[in-house]
């Protein structure tokens, strides 16, 4: 089976722009993650879906971070405006809803602000 | 919420050597710990997980074991090998077959398997 996709997977802006960042999770996957791993740590996670509601969204800076999944299938994270901080590697993750705890993660968009 | 703590942070053995990297947790709930390999320019990929009421699993070069009073769990990499090389992660988390299972992981270690 395919795995999680993700794209772009670079993506190089100026502090105060806007970028957006896309996920399709494992065919019939019911739970996605977004997370944000910064260089040299591991990831965190900033925000869960089932289906289409949100789970989880307590460590999301919702100021300037927002996430959907509209039709509980692929996902898409936004940033806007962002800031230097927000350098990192965003990952997305999916897990299949009975099929216990296992998470598979994309490759992941690398993120630099400039 | 949990914390869990990751060591060594950088790790470089000579190949067909061991490697073990050991990782604490805080929350006595959680019950559920996996262990993902992270390449460079890749995502994390699970190499292998252990729930709370087993207190150790294998998989052919590589093992995991649970102390639940202590808290922590390790892996063990028997016969390595350069391709070993990587960063990899422990994890904790707790749920109960639900929608929860949010996984907190530690901060790394980079493993060197040196030819």
């Known amino acids: 089976e395919a795995g999680v996709a993700q794209s772009p997977r670079y993506k190089i802006i100026e502090k105060r722009q806007s970028v957006a960042f896309w996920c399709n999770p494992i065919s019939g996957h019911a739970t996605l993650y977004w997370y944000q791993q910064i260089l040299g740590q591991g990831p965190k996670l900033l925000i869960q879906?089932?289906?289409?509601?949100?789970?989880?969204d307590s460590q999301l800076p919702k100021d300037r971070f927002s996430a959907e999944r509209l039709k509980g299938v692929d996902s898409t994270l936004k940033i806007q405006p962002a800031k230097l901080e927000d350098s990192a590697v965003y990952l997305c993750a999916s897990r299949r809803l009975r099929d216990a705890e296992t998470q598979y993660f994309g490759p992941g968009t690398r993120l630099l602000v400039l | 919420g949990e914390n869990v703590e990751q060591h060594p942070s950088t790790l470089s053995v000579q190949e067909g050597d061991s490697a073990v990297i050991k990782c604490t947790y805080s929350d006595s709930a959680s019950n559920y710990f996996p262990w993902y390999k992270q390449e460079l320019g890749k995502g994390p990929q699970l190499i292998i997980d252990i729930r709370s009421n087993v207190g150790e699993k294998k998989d052919q070069r590589i093992a995991v074991t649970l102390n639940k009073t202590a808290k922590h769990f390790s892996l063990h990499i028997t016969e390595t090998q350069p391709e070993d090389s990587a960063v990899y992660f422990c994890a904790a988390s707790r749920g109960s077959g639900g929608s929860n299972y949010k996984l907190t992981f530690g901060k790394g270690t980079l493993l060197t398997v040196n030819p």
């Open positions: 879906f089932q289906n289409n509601g949100v789970v989880d």
